[in-house]
């Protein structure tokens, strides 16, 4: 197979978009699945190495998605443009945002507008990734 044949066989732009989209989207519910289990850990005084595996899983998945650093922003952004249902749910575009783009002024403005309910359950699991994010 040629490399003009496997650009011409390739998905139309539009399921690639698609594609792309429903990745991210996943991968943010797994990032807010995470946080969950982060948040229940702390709760239930889980010792420091089950947390630490949690947040270790956190930066496995920015890492995967840091390769395409762009497309990740702009479909977070995207996925932003319905505001989250729950007040949990802001946790996995911050985290990703903040790691991707942290000098980006609209990611803290973003997070500043949150109702306090959601930005104190983003703040308080954050602080777990204060030593750095990836």
Do not use: K
């Amino acid at each position: 197979m040629t490399m003009r044949s496997l650009r011409t066989s390739s998905l139309p732009l539009a399921e690639r978009e698609a594609f792309a989209a429903d990745l991210l989207r996943q991968q943010l519910e797994d990032l807010n699945g995470l946080g969950d289990q982060l948040r229940y850990l702390v709760d239930d005084g889980a010792d420091e190495s089950a947390i630490r595996a949690i947040v270790e899983r956190c930066v496995n998945i920015i890492e995967a998605l840091r390769w395409n650093r762009a497309e990740a922003v702009r479909m977070t952004w995207r996925w932003l443009e319905a505001p989250p249902a729950y007040a949990e749910d802001a946790f996995a575009p911050t985290l990703l945002l903040a790691a991707l783009v942290p000098d980006e002024p609209r990611v803290w403005q973003w997070h500043d507008a949150l109702g306090d309910e959601a930005r104190a359950h983003v703040d308080r699991l954050m602080s777990f990734f204060e030593n750095g994010l990836p």
